[in-house]
């Protein structure tokens, strides 16, 4: 799983959305 600097931020402003886009990324992928 690719991540940036960004998204360590995000993650503790709003681990949920995080995890859903981690999701997304997963089904591209497939």
């Known amino acids: 799983m690719h ?3 960004w ?3 995000s993650v503790m ?3 949920t959305v995080f995890i859903q ?3 997304v990324a ?3 992928m497939i």
Do not use: A, C, E, F
């Open 3 to 5: 991540i940036s600097w």
């Open 21 to 23: 886009l981690n999701l």
């Open 26 to 28: 997963i089904q591209w």
């Open 13 to 15: 402003v709003n681990p």
């Open 7 to 9: 998204d360590v931020p």
